[in-house]
C-alpha cells in the first residue's frame, strides 16, 4: 500500500491506495508545492508500485527565479545577483558581467545601458558593447576609378574578440543616401583600395567597426568615422538617349555618368550609303539638338553620332541614330501650311480693302445724286402717307403747308414754265429742272 506524504520531491501525495502491479495500476493526480509546476503545467501525475512506492511520472520543477531547497523540501528565490532562467531544480547563476542582478526571483539579469548580448547568445553570456569608431581615416592614391583607404584600429573593440570593419561609399553629389556597404573581414587590415568609382564624383567614405552586437546600437554616428574625396575626370561618357523631331532635328540628352565637366559635344553625320562625312561641334549645352537638314540633303538618310568630350578627352562615340531627310507632305503637319495662312491673310485684306472702295463710291455718287435732285423730307404737320399727284391749278393747293409732298430743288436748277399762284409771300409756280423738264416741280 502507497501512504500519503505531506511532501516528496515538490509534490504532495494523495491519499493512501492498495499497492499494484506499476502496468495494472491506474494514475492518480497530485500537486505541486508553491513557485514549482510541471513542463506542462499540468498537475503531477504518480502511480503507487507493486512495493508500495510512488512512482512519479510528471514531476514538479522550480519555476524561473528559484532553486530546490532540498531540506525544506520547496523552491526557495534566487538571492539578489544571481537568476534562474527556466525550469528546474539546479541553484541559481551568478549574473553574467556587464549586466544588472538588482533584486530576487530573477529569471535573467539585465544587461547595463550600452550593452548587448548577441540573439544566439543565452542569458549566462557576457554583455558586451559595440566597437568604438576607428580613427585616423585617411584617402590616398585618388585615380578617376580608385582611391587608397586606411586608418588607425579603434581604441575600443567592444569586448569581443572578433569585430569587422565596415565602409560605407556614397556619391554625395548624385544626392545619394546610405551608399555601398563593403565588409574588410582581416581585423587587422588598416588600409584597402576601393575600386569600381566613377570618374568626376565627389565620394562620402564613413568607416565603422562592427561586432555581432552592433545591430542594436542605433548610435551608429558615435562608432563611424567618415571623409571626402572628389575622384578625377575622365573622358566623356557615353550618350545614350536620342529623340528624333521633325525636319530633321536631332536631340540628346546628357550621359549618365559624365565622368566630369561636359566641355562640348562632337557629333558626326554621315550618309548611309557612301559614307561622306560631316564633323561639327556643339557647344550650346543648354539646347542639345542638332538640324541635320542644315547638313544634308532631301530625301536621303543619315547616320548620326555623338561624342562628349571633358577636359581628359572625348568618351566612346554613342550607336548611330538614323535621321531621315523627307519633304513635308500638306498634312505632314497637324496647322494649316504657314504659305496657306499669309495667302488667306492677305485676301482678307484685299476683300476688306474693296469693301471700303466701294462703299466710298457709292456714298459719294449718292451725295452727288442728292445735290442735284434735291432732299426728300414730310413735314410733322402732313397727314398720312405721301403719295404722287399733279397740281393742274394753282388754287388747289391755296396752302402749300397742305400739300401731299413737297421737294426742294436747287435754285440754280429750277427752270419755271407758268406762274400758277402768286402772292405776296409766295409763289406757286409750275416748271421743271433743266436736267429733267417733264419732272413736276409740286409733287
Not at 557576457?126 to 576609378?145: A, F, M
Not at 545591430?215 to 575622384?231: C, E, G
Not at 528624333?244 to 565637366?261: C, D, F, Q, R, T
Not at 409732298?405 to 409763289?427: D, L, W
Request: with cysteine; hydrophobic share 30%.
Amino acid at each position: 500500500m502507497c501512504v500519503p506524504e505531506e511532501t516528496s520531491e515538490l509534490i504532495s501525495r494523495p491519499e493512501a491506495i492498495e499497492s499494484q502491479s506499476l502496468e495494472g495500476s491506474p494514475s492518480v493526480e497530485g500537486e505541486c508545492v508553491e513557485n514549482s509546476s510541471t513542463e506542462s503545467g499540468a498537475n503531477p501525475i504518480l502511480i503507487c508500485g507493486a512495493r508500495g512506492q510512488w512512482q512519479v511520472i510528471k514531476p514538479c520543477l522550480c519555476n524561473p527565479g528559484y532553486q530546490l531547497d532540498l531540506s525544506q523540501d520547496q523552491c526557495s528565490e534566487c538571492p539578489e545577483g544571481t537568476f534562474s532562467s527556466g525550469l528546474g531544480n539546479g541553484p541559481c547563476e551568478t549574473c553574467a558581467a556587464n549586466s544588472e542582478g538588482t533584486g530576487t526571483a530573477l529569471s535573467l539579469c539585465p544587461c547595463l545601458q550600452d550593452y548587448y548580448t548577441a540573439p544566439y547568445e543565452g542569458p549566462s553570456v557576457p554583455c558586451t558593447q559595440s566597437p568604438g569608431p576607428p580613427s585616423d581615416l585617411r584617402v590616398s592614391n585618388v585615380t578617376n576609378t580608385s582611391a587608397v583607404l586606411s586608418w588607425s584600429a579603434p581604441d575600443n573593440g567592444g569586448g569581443r574578440p572578433l569585430y569587422e570593419i565596415v565602409f560605407t561609399i556614397t556619391a554625395t553629389d548624385r544626392g545619394g543616401s546610405g551608399g555601398e556597404r563593403v565588409v574588410v573581414s582581416e581585423v587587422n587590415d588598416t588600409e584597402t583600395i576601393v575600386t569600381g568609382l566613377t570618374p568626376g564624383v565627389i565620394y562620402t567614405f564613413s568607416v565603422s567597426a562592427e561586432n555581432d552586437v552592433s545591430s542594436q546600437d542605433n548610435n551608429i554616428n558615435a562608432r563611424s568615422l567618415s571623409t571626402t574625396a572628389n575622384t578625377l575626370e575622365g573622358v566623356g561618357g557615353t550618350v545614350t538617349e536620342f529623340v528624333v523631331g521633325e525636319n530633321g532635328v536631332l536631340s540628346w540628352s546628357s550621359p549618365v555618368p559624365p565622368n566630369g565637366v561636359i566641355l562640348y559635344y562632337n557629333v558626326v553625320i554621315s550618309t548611309a550609303d557612301s559614307g561622306e562625312l560631316v564633323i561639327t561641334r556643339v557647344e550650346e549645352l543648354d539646347d542639345l539638338t542638332i538640324d541635320v537638314s542644315n547638313y544634308g540633303e532631301i530625301n536621303m538618310d543619315y547616320n548620326v553620332t555623338v561624342q562628349a568630350v571633358t577636359s581628359v578627352g572625348g568618351g566612346d562615340f554613342s550607336s548611330p541614330v538614323t535621321v531621315s531627310l523627307r519633304e513635308l507632305s500638306p498634312d505632314s503637319n497637324s496647322g494649316p501650311p504657314v504659305t496657306a495662312i499669309v495667302v488667306t491673310v492677305i485676301v482678307v485684306i484685299i476683300l476688306f480693302l474693296a469693301i471700303i472702295v466701294a462703299t466710298l463710291v457709292a456714298y459719294t455718287y449718292w451725295k452727288k445724286t442728292k445735290m442735284k435732285k434735291g432732299e426728300q423730307t414730310s413735314s410733322s404737320d402732313m397727314p398720312g402717307a405721301l403719295s404722287q399727284q399733279m397740281y393742274e391749278d394753282g388754287l388747289e393747293i391755296m396752302e402749300p403747308n397742305k400739300a401731299y409732298g413737297v421737294h426742294n430743288v436747287s435754285g440754280h436748277n429750277m427752270r419755271v414754265q407758268v406762274p400758277v399762284y402768286p402772292n405776296e409771300a409766295y409763289s406757286v409756280c409750275k416748271g421743271g429742272t433743266h436736267e429733267d423738264p417733264e419732272y413736276e416741280l409740286v409733287n
